[in-house]
């Protein structure tokens, strides 16, 4: 008999975009799914809209809905966790969808190999579900190195979890007001191998009110954390090419900024984990104020070469 499979949707103030209709295009993309030992578990964080109204208007028994006084995403994917009963879980965003066999070939994927952790390709889409680029990563194995690099899972509906991974690893932290995900990744891999089904079984939405447009400085932050914690958390030989990997990482992000105090708290955060040579100082400091120190450097890259 097929084992069931935990499919947990956090949405706040799902109503509000564009109508509802990316809310209601998730949760049809789950009861459309040809896997169907499923139950949806749709944790409402506390909206203010009229986001219940939309999760009630689906009679699937296989819907389990509930209702929570705002916390913020992590707690919401918590929630679903904890009121959870599948022996696999998965998760989905309010705003992207799964393609309707998404379950089904992850399912015979995790089973022919006895695997705790399998992600698949995943498509960004547009507001209409139009096909923009592919995020086609196919890498298998230990991915702790890679996902210390780069977040290359990109959506959290790609994966598909065993409970006993999500035992082993734990919750999302709470703490973390974006980012999430990848810090969740990161320590998933440090105990566990992924396996990559290289196909795309999901959509992930790119559109005006998207979290990723609305929110780049928190996401440059939480980032910067994600990676230090797990730096110092995770019994690493080279923690030094990482370290140099982060700082490199964390310039680049912030390049063009001219908000001082934002450089100065960046600048500091950075220093605490390393001293610098002359190099990364003068193009940390380029990085953010180039009218000023382009010349500087200039010559300091002259005299260098």
Request: proline share 2%.
């Given at each position: 008999m097929d084992k069931k499979i935990s499919i947990i949707i956090p949405t706040y103030n799902g109503e509000t975009r564009n109508n509802g209709k990316y809310l209601k295009e998730a949760i049809e993309s789950v009861l459309n799914q040809t896997?169907?030992?499923?139950?949806?578990?749709?944790?409402?964080?506390?909206?203010?809209?009229?986001?219940?109204?939309?999760?009630?208007?689906?009679?699937?028994?296989?819907?389990?809905?509930?209702?929570?006084?705002?916390?913020?995403?992590?707690a919401a994917r918590n929630t679903g966790i904890l009121n959870s009963t599948g022996i696999y879980i998965t998760f989905l965003d309010d705003d992207d969808i799964f393609y309707k066999d998404k379950l089904l070939e992850q399912y015979i994927f995790i089973q022919k190999h006895n695997a705790d952790v399998v992600y698949s390709f995943t498509d960004r889409i547009d507001e209409n579900s139009k096909l923009l680029t592919k995020l086609h990563y196919k890498y298998s194995g230990d991915l702790l190195e890679k996902l210390l690099y780069n977040n290359i899972l990109n959506s959290p509906a790609s994966i598909l979890l065993?409970?006993?991974?999500?035992?082993?690893?734990?919750?999302?932290?709470e703490y973390l007001k974006s980012c999430e995900d990848w810090?969740?990744?990161?320590?998933?891999?440090?105990?566990?191998?992924?396996?990559?089904?290289?196909?795309?079984?999901?959509?992930?939405?790119?559109?005006?009110s998207s979290q990723m447009s609305r929110n780049r400085e928190?996401?440059?932050?939480?980032?910067?954390?994600?990676?230090?914690?797990?730096?110092?958390?995770?019994?690493?030989?080279?923690?030094?090419?990482?370290?140099?990997?982060?700082?490199?990482?964390?310039?680049?992000?912030?390049y063009g900024v001219r908000d001082f105090e934002r450089f100065r708290r960046n600048y500091k955060?950075?220093?605490?984990?390393?001293?610098?040579?002359?190099?990364?100082?003068?193009?940390?400091?380029?990085?953010?104020?180039?009218?000023?120190?382009?010349?500087?450097?200039?010559?300091?890259?002259?005299?260098?070469?």
């Open positions: 896997y169907k030992n499923l139950e949806l578990i749709i944790i409402n964080d506390g909206s203010t809209d009229l986001t219940e109204s939309i999760c009630k208007q689906y009679t699937d028994k296989r819907i389990k809905y509930i209702y929570q006084k705002n916390k913020g995403l992590s065993s409970r006993k991974a999500i035992n082993k690893v734990g919750f999302f932290k810090d969740y990744w990161i320590r998933l891999s440090s105990k566990y191998s992924f396996y990559c089904i290289e196909k795309p079984l999901v959509g992930y939405r790119i559109h005006s928190k996401m440059e932050f939480y980032d910067f954390v994600v990676l230090m914690e797990n730096l110092m958390e995770l019994n690493i030989e080279d923690k030094d090419k990482y370290l140099h990997n982060l700082y490199k990482k964390f310039t680049k992000i912030d955060i950075a220093s605490t984990y390393g001293s610098h040579s002359l190099e990364w100082v003068l193009k940390y400091w380029l990085m953010h104020f180039p009218p000023i120190f382009k010349s500087i450097y200039f010559v300091y890259d002259r005299i260098k070469k």
